[in-house]
């Protein structure tokens, strides 16, 4: 394998110098090569049992950039003693333009110090015939001997920023079991024909080298909006949310839209807004989803804002809440007074791309009446609706929707939440507006102040599920929750500085652009 010259050349010099030197100082047999150079070789050597060595750290003192420059051409005091004296005197003012400007300021004060030079009215004069200049002196020891000769002048010449330190590492270098004048020709693939003739058995094998970088593959990665899910799961876990099985992007019309009360003649529930699934042409009564229940199960258990005691939870009646479902909206129920039209069953079987996932949050509140107890959702994943797609829209997003159960909760609360929730977004500074949802009263929307783009932005919807919904449900009455959703894609575009949409879902994305961005860390309170 070619190496690059340098270090070939170098393995050489110190298999060569081994013959004669043994053991070799790195520090005095190659004083000019760089340390990462020397240690390549020798790594080099060392993997093959060539050499061996021993390291010893050191600190050495090298001039810095003023520090060489004084060693070089004299102190600042001197050059200016020196243009006083080659032309007899200098008028003050013109100083700065006879030597560097930063040698007249540190120079004169100095010069007049050590009582080179005087001054005569407005012009300098000299005062010394000659001078020694110390200061270069002792510099130039130091660049000789990479050491200052004793540690109160280093300390003096470090705060003058002259000298810093440096760590060195010295190599002591020994001959190695297998050392010879030369790397030794190595196999490196182990052939059919070397099993066959027996060669293998004193073949010079090349070592591995595991540390190795590999080649870059041309792999997949992860798009922008998986990377952001990842920093909000994070979070939700953070705060021991459980999250909640989404995988069915196909939902009822019972749980995207009857069991939230949203009338069964409201426009939402359009063809324009909604995607029908025409076959099968519908499903059956809202029941129990074992997969989606034993998940649930699974991580509610392992979850500390889940009570471990779902012993005593009763039998969930999926007949019976579908009735009370149906009643609130026909003729009034659990304190509401319904919108008192005649429910149409077949409305409630129709399968609909979900037009949220709060069609999920509400099946696992519903489950939670199985067990009534303290409860943290969470879900971000895919939600359908039949829009015009523009720069802002597309007719699929995802939704990051969070729910909060529990007993005394208030609306100011969930105001606190949500602002420690868009907090670790690096957003402090949050408005609510009021807004209306058919399942929750009150409802908000959250503005948020966006200090990057220096404006407020809507950034989500909020709000506490009506009773009459909770109550259906079969949920105590003092049980309170709050529920909350907001698009992945709107932080996403803001962190990533995309302005349309379509540059970062769909067809039209490049993957130049998937491909080549870093993770993005959610700014931190
Ligand atoms: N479903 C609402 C939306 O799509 C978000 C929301 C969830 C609001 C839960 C209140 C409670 O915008």
Not at 4 to 27: K, V
Not at 71 to 92: I, R, T
Not at 198 to 222: C, D, E, I, V
Request: proline residues 5%; glycine residues 6%.
């Amino acid at each position: 394998v070619p190496l690059h010259n340098g270090s070939r050349d170098l393995t050489l010099d110190i298999l060569e110098t081994l013959e004669h030197t043994d053991p070799i100082q790195s520090s005095t047999t190659f004083p000019d090569v760089s340390q990462a150079d020397i240690k390549a070789a020798l790594d080099r050597l060392k993997s093959r049992s060539m050499v061996e060595y021993d390291t010893a750290d050191s600190e050495v003192v090298v001039l810095t950039g003023e520090g060489k420059q004084i060693a070089d051409e004299g102190s600042h005091e001197y050059k200016v003693w020196k243009v006083v004296k080659d032309s007899g005197k200098v008028s003050l003012k013109e100083l700065p333009s006879k030597v560097a400007p930063e040698s007249a300021k540190v120079g004169q004060g100095n010069a007049f110090k050590l009582k080179w030079i005087k001054k005569e009215g407005d012009d300098l004069v000299p005062v010394a015939d000659t001078v020694t200049d110390s200061t270069q002196e002792i510099l130039q020891h130091v660049q000789t001997h990479n050491a200052a000769s004793d540690p109160k002048q280093l300390k003096d010449l470090l705060k003058r920023k002259l000298v810093t330190t440096q760590k060195k590492i010295a190599y002591t270098v020994r001959k190695g079991p297998k050392w010879a004048k030369e790397i030794p020709v190595e196999v490196t693939d182990l052939t059919a024909e070397m099993l066959e003739d027996g060669s293998w058995k004193t073949a010079n094998f090349k070592p591995y080298n595991f540390n190795a970088l590999g080649a870059s593959q041309n792999a997949g990665a992860l798009h922008p909006l998986n990377k952001v899910r990842e920093e909000f799961r994070k979070i939700f876990f953070n705060w021991d949310f459980v999250e909640m099985p989404t995988a069915r992007f196909v939902d009822t019309g019972f749980w995207n839209f009857d069991a939230l009360f949203v009338p069964q003649q409201h426009p939402a529930r359009d063809l324009q807004d909604t995607f029908y699934v025409s076959d099968p042409p519908s499903a059956g009564r809202p029941g129990p989803d074992p997969a989606a229940d034993k998940a649930l199960d699974e991580m509610e258990a392992d979850s500390k804002t889940f009570s471990a005691d779902s012993s005593k939870g009763s039998k969930l009646d999926y007949e019976q809440y579908y009735k009370n479902v149906r009643a609130v909206h026909q003729d009034g129920a659990f304190g509401s007074i319904g919108y008192r039209y005649p429910f149409n069953d077949s409305e409630t079987e129709r399968l609909v791309l979900r037009t949220h996932t709060t069609a999920v949050s509400t099946y696992c509140l519903h489950r939670l009446a199985a067990n009534p107890r303290p409860a943290r959702y969470f879900s971000i994943d895919r939600v359908f609706r039949n829009e015009t797609v523009d720069a802002t829209h597309l007719a699929e997003f995802h939704q990051i929707e969070g729910v909060i159960a529990d007993y005394g909760l208030t609306l100011g609360g969930l105001m606190d939440f949500l602002a420690s929730f868009f907090r670790k977004l690096g957003i402090t500074n949050l408005r609510f507006k009021p807004a209306y949802n058919p399942y929750t009263e009150p409802s908000m929307e959250v503005f948020g102040f966006h200090t990057g783009l220096d404006k407020w932005v809507e950034i989500g919807n909020s709000g506490m599920f009506r009773p009459e919904m909770l109550l259906a449900m079969g949920l105590p009455e003092d049980l309170r929750v709050y529920g909350f959703g907001l698009s992945l894609e709107r932080p996403t575009m803001i962190k990533y500085g995309v302005s349309n949409i379509r540059e970062l879902l769909g067809h039209k994305v490049d993957l130049g652009f998937i491909e080549s961005n870093a993770a993005v860390r959610l700014d931190k309170d």
